[in-house]
Structures are given as structure tokens and as C-alpha cells.
């Protein structure tokens, strides 16, 4: 059976922090993985990697992709107060349209 | 501006009495999903359509039906809705590339 793990469900950190969100796969026929970020309201898409290793970047945010480890991690540096979200990555099955997600994780950051 | 509407945004409703959803993308994108929200489970995928006419279950389709006539349109139905489709839907539209997925705002259903 497919599954997509995130760790930790719940982090609460102070602004200005580093952060590490992690995700790991088990999906067979994978073709990528992807992360959003969700507010009060509908996933906004963040990043796409693939097994190639290419790291992600966008402003603070980064992801890389770890097709060993079957994992990926989120990291986001200097964090703000209007980074708290819930933070949900999905694996992609080839060839089709299919995601499996994780349960999410819900950061917090205190100002 | 592009985007992926759903309608209605709440919906109180009893079981048994059929509804629909509707979604619907300005996007001309080819691919098109829907997913329920329950906490503790995130996000599970109940149908998806590679195309016009070309759909496919989910992990969760049970209870669903959907259509693909057009490319813009794809209604999620509940024939006979039962209180553990109480949800919070997503309609979801992808690019050609397969890179970015637009989610609709989601709807709120509960059936009693």
C-alpha cells in the first residue's frame, strides 16, 4: 500500500528560527514528490522534485529530494509568524494523476 | 485570472438526498482531482481525471461518482450521501507539465 509519512505532525518554534520538516515515501511507480503549504483555506503548492536530487529554492524555503532514503525535507530559515501552516507533501504514482498525502505538519511560529 | 471555483462553498444537507458539486477551472488544464480533508487523515484523493472522458478512482471513491464532459468541468456527485461524507472537499486542477496543482477555496459538507 502506498504511504507518505511527515515528521513531526506539530512543531512550534520562535520567529527567526530554522526549520526542518521531513517526509518519507513508499510509493511504487514514483515520479515525484510535492509540497504545499495550508493556511485557513485551500493547499498552495510550494515545490515538485524528482529522484534527479535537484534541491528547490524559493526565497527561505528549500526542499530536496533524497531517492535513497526515500525522504525529502522542507526547510525554511528565518522563519516568520505568517509561516504557520500546515505543511503537506505528496507522492506522485508515474503515469497517472495519483497522489498519496501525508497527514501534514502544523508549524507554529511565535513571535 | 486563473483559477479553480467549486460551488457550493457549505452545504448542510440529509442523507439520502443526492448533491452535486461542481468545479470548474479557467486554467484549460487536462488534469483534474478531488480530495477529501479529515483531520487526523489529511488529504485523500477520491477521483481524478487525466482527460475528457477519461476518469479514474482514487484511494477513497466510495460513495463518489464523477464526469468529465468538458475539460473544464468536473462535478463530484453523491447519490446518496451518508454522515461519514461529512468533509471538507478540494477540487484540484494540474498544468501540462504536471508541476503545479491549483486547489479550489473547498467545500464544506455536512450530512446529517
Known amino acids: 500500500e502506498d504511504k507518505v509519512v511527515q515528521s513531526p505532525l506539530s512543531l512550534v518554534v520562535h520567529e527567526g528560527d530554522t526549520v526542518t520538516l521531513n517526509c518519507s515515501y513508499e510509493?511504487?511507480?514514483?515520479?515525484?514528490l510535492l509540497w504545499y503549504k495550508q493556511e485557513k483555506k485551500a493547499p498552495t503548492f510550494l515545490f515538485m522534485l524528482?529522484?534527479?536530487?535537484i534541491e528547490k529554492k524559493s526565497g527561505r524555503l528549500s526542499s530536496i529530494l533524497d531517492k535513497k532514503e526515500l525522504s525529502s525535507i522542507l526547510n525554511i530559515t528565518a522563519t516568520q509568524t505568517g509561516d504557520s501552516a500546515i505543511y503537506l507533501c505528496?507522492?506522485?504514482?508515474?503515469?497517472?494523476?495519483?497522489?498519496?498525502f501525508g497527514q501534514g505538519t502544523r508549524l507554529t511560529i511565535n513571535p | 485570472e486563473a483559477q479553480v471555483t467549486q460551488n457550493p462553498r457549505y452545504l448542510i444537507t440529509v442523507t439520502g438526498k443526492k448533491l452535486t458539486v461542481t468545479c470548474s477551472q479557467n486554467?484549460?488544464?487536462?488534469?483534474m482531482s478531488w480530495y477529501r480533508q479529515d483531520p487526523g487523515l489529511g488529504l485523500r484523493q477520491i477521483y481524478y481525471?487525466?482527460?475528457?472522458?477519461?476518469?479514474d478512482k482514487g484511494d477513497v471513491p466510495e460513495g463518489y461518482k464523477v464526469s468529465r464532459k468538458e475539460k473544464r468541468n468536473f462535478p463530484l456527485i453523491l447519490e446518496s450521501p451518508s454522515p461519514n461524507q461529512t468533509s471538507l472537499y478540494f477540487c484540484?486542477?494540474?498544468?501540462?507539465?504536471?508541476?503545479?496543482?491549483?486547489f479550489g477555496p473547498g467545500t464544506r459538507l455536512l450530512v446529517l
Open positions: 524528482t529522484s534527479s536530487g
Open positions: 505528496a507522492g506522485r504514482i508515474q503515469g497517472a494523476q495519483k497522489l498519496v
Open positions: 510509493v511504487t511507480n514514483f515520479r515525484s
Open positions: 486554467m484549460n488544464h487536462e488534469y
Open positions: 484540484a486542477s494540474t498544468d501540462g507539465n504536471q508541476e503545479t496543482q491549483y
Open positions: 481525471s487525466m482527460n475528457v472522458e477519461v476518469t
